[in-house]
């Protein structure tokens, strides 16, 4: 084998390994429209369209939600609440910075079934517009979110998680992993979970 041969040799080899590699980093970081429009920027929270946009900080209650209640089982995280994300904004779950408790937001869960008190773990995430993909961004223990509607200091905080931007379409959701089989009652619970929105208008 000649020299201009090998090294032409060692060249392609090496840029099959390059090749290869970014095809393998592209999958893992799952480019592509994945939390709604926009692509891998969304998946790590550097989102585009809501960099360097006005961003509200909201405490989302039952009502906020497009549907909050149902069945929940034992032993298996069931859906009680979604939330479309509409045109021209984001979402991102809680609000503020850790570095600043005056400025961040706090969780106030009580689920009701009609009689009892619901208890088990909940969880907060985005999903994709079809469903196909999704995050898990955080999970309480019910229990330790009722204490309070306003004292802080029995709370529990939720800042803004920047890891993932919910874009239009997308969905914040919630999902409940009961002590029981019961059933989530929207007319008794209630619920306080914070959010940031980003107006793109």
Known sequence: MSVRTFIKGVGAS????ARAFHEAERAQMGLGNIFGGGGVDQVLGQSSESAGRKSFSRDFNIDNFDSFGGSVTSGKYVEIARFRVPADTEYRWGYGAAANPTNQGYIYVDLQDGTDQVD???????????????EVIADKDTQKLDASKTDRDQQIPLPEQSGVTATQDAFLVVEVNANSDTNVQSGSSEVILP???FDLS
Do not use: M, N
């Open 120 to 134: 088990g773990t909940i969880r907060f995430k985005i999903e994709s517009a079809t469903g196909r993909q999704s």
């Open 14 to 17: 090496l840029a099959d390994s």
């Open 195 to 197: 959010v940031t929105e």
